[in-house]
Each structure stands twice: as C-alpha cells, then as structure tokens.
C-alpha cells in the first residue's frame, strides 16, 4: 500500500514538473523582446524567429501565447515548411480568449494581420480579407494611426486580387487622406506611408486603363501619380523603387501604344533595377522592353531585350511571356536570315507550346496539314544543302503566318458565338422567361433505355428541383450517394443524355441558377464578385469568375452592367 502511494506522489510530482516547464512566466519585456524577433527573421533568420516565437508559445501569457502560434503559422506556410504542430486549432482555442481591452488591441491586430498574410499565402482570398478587416478595426480601437494606415493598404491590395478594382482604388485613396490629415503624426513615416499608396493609386489606374481602354482618364491619373512620386524630392527614393516607378510609367504608355516613350522609361528602369539587382523586375523590364522595340520594328533592340529577359528566367511553361518570347525570336531571326537559331527557337515556341495545351497542338497541326515534326526533321538532315537555308525560312513563316491565322479565326469564331449566346439571354431576361428550367426536362421526353436509368434521372431531378448542387459539399461521389447509384454509373448516365461531365453539368446548373437571380434580385447585383459566387456554389472569385466567363462569354461584372442597362 505505502509502495502504491509513493508511486501515486512520484507519477503527480513529475507531471507538475513537466507542466512547469512547458508553461513558463516571463516579464512583459521579455515577451516583448520575443515578439520583435518575429519581425526580424530577415536578418536573424527563420529558425531563430522560430525558437523565439516557441518561447512565447510556452509563455502563460494568452495573448502573446496566440502571437506565437499566428507568427510561426505565417513563417512555416511562407518558407514552405511542413507544420507538424495544429497550429490553427491552438490559434482559434487561444484567440477568443484575449480580453479585448486597450492593452491587447495592438496585439490583437497584430494576430489577426499575421492570419490575413497566411491566408492570402494559401490564396484563401476572402478569409484574409475577414481577418485585415478586423484587424483595421482593431487598430481603429487601439488609435493606432500607423497600423491602420498599414491594413488599408493590405485591403486595397486584396480587393485587387480580387478583380475590384473601384474597391481598391477607394481604399487606397482612403489611405492617402488619412495619411495627410495624419501628417504630423506620422512624423518620419510620412513619406514612406505615402508612397506606397501613391504607388497602388497608380498601379491600379493603370488595371483600370488596361480594362478599358476607352477610357483615357484612367491613363492620364496614372501617369499624374507616377509623375508626382518622380516630382516629389521628400520622398528620397532609392534605386528599387524609383526603378518601379519608371517601369510603372513604361507600362502605362505600352498600353497606350506609345511604344517609343514606354521604350525611354523601361530603359531607364532597367539601369536601376540592375544597380538594385531585382531579378525579378529585371525580367518583366526587358520582356516589356523587347515587346515594344518589337512593336517599333527594331528588331535588333528587341531581340536583346528577349535574350535579357531569357537568361534570368530558366524554362518555365507557368509564364506565357517566357512562351511568347520564344515565338517573337523565331521571326525576328527569320526576318534576319538567321536560319539555325529560327528553327531552334520555333521549335522550342512549339515544344514548349504543346506542354501547355496537347489538344491546341493538335488543331495547330491540322490547321497548317502539315507533319510539322517529320518536316523539322527532314529539314535538320538537310542542314548542309543550300536548299535548307530557303526551305526552313518558308516553312517558318508559313506556319508562324497560318498558326496566327488559325488563333485569329478561332477568336472570332468565339467571339460571334460568344455574342450570340450573350444576346439571346439577356433576351430571355427582358422577356422574364424562366432562366433555370431543369435540364433534364420532362416537356421533351427523352429516350431512356430502362427502369433504371429513369431511376438516376428521376433522382437528378430531385437534386435539380432542391437546389443541392448550390452546396459546397456537392461532388459526384455525393450525388450519387444520394440517388443510390455508383460514380461511375452516374457519370455515364450524364454523359449519355447530356453529352457532358460531372463538373460541366454542375457548372451550367450554378451559372444558370445565379443569371436567374441576378436578373430578378436587384440587390444581390449589388454583391461582391465573392458573395455572389457563394451563392452559386463557389468557394472563391476568382473560379467563379473563370467559370462564368467561359459559359456566357463576359465576366460576372460586366453581365450585371448589361442586365442594369437592359432592365
């Protein structure tokens, strides 16, 4: 018995002591100086950031416990390591623990922005935007001029992201009479502040102009902010971001087609970003660069651009510029007379091409009926005759001249098709004919092969009438549960009588259910992008828009302008 309790007293001692040094108190100013490493990972390195950020997580300090699991969050997801610890089920256990007072608001919106950053890592675009909002208003709460000049710039930021561009033009500008009104406050920080958002301002002028290009105002504002950032002596920029500032100005003239002028500030860009080793705004100088000496017709600055531009950037099929530029140095060595190196980079424009889309390869080979591969070969062996000099320009500028053709005609065809799909429904709408009829429906009967069949359709209709395809967790592995049949079975059916998939048949019942709703629901036309998606069935914007795009031919903001101008 005694042996018993003994051991009772020894198991209860070792936990008390393992709790003691799990849980640590340390002095406000240690927690202080813990949290500070955070913010100088850069220079001290993640994994000390790390132990410290450990450090206040073994703290019994709620507030700074929660700053710890959000700090190492956000560093894990942004250096792409494994997070072996549930760092979001600490995070959302310990967060609504903080007592919301004066001395946490300051923390709190340090949380709550850290989260936003990790969400907007993830491309989790609308919760990032929940947690900077209420990170704003926390530093609204804590009178935090700095801080809450920082979150609406983040929000400007995200509602780019997010294809809004009037939202994030009105936050942005928002910004910027805070931080004049703020002036004094701001002290130092003012001209840092305003930079940025003059920045944004004339950055997202210029998304506006490459929108819509008949609006020429959008333009003129963009350089006007440019040029002031220029003008203003008080804000000392450095190489980097005057650099950005000229290739900023060299795009806006791109698109205004004034290639000699974007040409002189590219240039100039170029010269800065060097000096500040931007590899990455090196890049983007010399593409858009080329481009316009391209679009100038000196190809010999063009092609020097390119070749820039390809060796900071090593083969990559996720950037269409790097593709394009493969094609745009196949004629420029063409129109040079400079065979082996049109035919090496029309080859690599073709290979990388096919990486891309097989099937547009495919239509490309149709279209020029020519068996592009075997002809590159034949024309290879026949490197050493004099006729392979003539025959491989020929057969160059055939194809780049057909596979454009081909694009053209394709576009057009798209287009028209496009247009016609476009007016026939808003035709429907003026006439308030019912824009979710059932796709399977009974008022032309179809052909079914057996009781069975019948059955699934009959189950389809089900789905249909009670809107479940809006849910989120509606899949093919769902709705066949609920019809009683197998995924594969199901597949099949949709493909027999609707001669499309799954995920095309779901698509066109969302898009055909949110047309009917925003032409009847003036107020949900009001929505954001995101929200109206949701209701369509749609976790974010961005695959919403991308589908509605492809179904109607426009995007879901301008079909609500044409519904407002129609009704």
Known sequence: MLKQISFFFLVLFTCFVSFAQTIKKYRESDLKDFKNKFYQNREIGVDSS????????????????????????YLKVREKQAINIPFKDSINKYLPKIAKTNKNYTLLFDIHILLGNTNKRRKLIKPALQNYITAENYALLAKDINRTIKIKGNIALIYQDMEELDKALNKAKETLELIETNKETLSNKYYSSKYKRMFNVAAIYASLYKNDKDKHQYADSSLHYYNSLLETKEFNLNSYYTGKVYYGMGTVYTLKEAYSKASSYLEKSLVLFTKSKSQSYLYKSYYNNGLNYYNLNKLEKAKQNFLAALSIKKDTILDDNYIKMHGYLSQIYTYQNKVDSAN??????????SKVSSRDREQFKEAIKIDFDQKIKDLKEDSTKKSFYYEIIVISLITIVLFISFLVFKNAKEKKRTKKKLNDLLEKISKKEDLTEKSFSLSNPLKIKDEQHQQIINGLLKIEEKKYFLKEEFNLYNAAKKIGTNTTYLSKII?????????DYTNELRINYIIGVLSNDKKVRSYTTQAIGEIAGYKNAKSFTRIFKKHIGITPYQFIEKINKEL
Do not use: C
Not at 344 to 353: E, F, P, Q
Not at 495 to 503: A, H, L, P, R, T
């Open 344 to 353: 090496y980079y029309l080859n690599t424009y073709i290979r990388n091409h």
């Open 50 to 73: 790390l132990y410290y950020m450990n450090r206040l997580i073994e703290s019994n300090d709620i507030a700074y416990k929660t700053f710890g699991y959000a700090a190492t969050e």
């Open 495 to 503: 493909k027999d009588y609707k001669k499309m998939s799954f995920n």
